[in-house]
């Protein structure tokens, strides 16, 4: 066809481009309805698909229960280790530091020195007054007296 010039068709040019339009439309039904079996192939593949999609989603949803489950199995145990935890806290602050525990027992072990220095004053006496009554001789008392723990010299 001839590019139309500034001039109007006659009305010749005018029937001959409509009758070649016919035949352009009349190939391009075949082409359609061959592309509607092709289309009516892609459904079938499309519900195909379809039903994959809900096997995914079903496999998909077994996915998150289990998840779930473990979450909260996850979540139970943090619960009880914060609860031991929180126990451990309580216990130790009502145990007793390394500093209060040596004071505690300097000061034991003192008391227990005082108490043993005046069992020592009652057994330097009894020997004294034994000596005195020649119950034991001067071998025993300077054996008595050079004991442990309080030893005394005897000149």
Not at 56 to 73: C, G, I, P, Q, R
Not at 138 to 153: I, N, S, Y
Request: no cysteine.
């Amino acid at each position: 066809m001839e590019p139309l010039k500034n001039t109007q068709p006659s009305n010749q040019q005018v029937l001959t481009e409509v009758k070649g339009l016919g035949t352009t439309v009349n190939n391009l039904g075949t082409t359609v309805s061959g592309l509607v079996t092709t289309v009516g192939g892609l459904v079938t593949t499309v519900s195909g698909l379809v039903s994959t999609v809900g096997d995914l989603t079903t496999t998909v949803e077994d996915l998150a229960s289990a998840v779930n489950k473990f979450a909260n199995k996850v979540e139970e145990r943090f619960d009880r280790v914060e609860s031991d935890i929180k126990d451990m806290k309580r216990t130790m602050t009502t145990l007793a530091t390394k500093d209060f525990v040596a004071k505690e027992v300097a000061k034991l072990r003192g008391d227990h020195v005082v108490t043993m220095r005046k069992e020592d004053k009652k057994l330097g006496e009894l020997v004294t007054v034994l000596r005195e009554k020649n119950v034991i001789d001067d071998a025993d008392v300077k054996r008595v007296v050079t004991m442990e723990p309080f030893a005394q010299l005897i000149v």
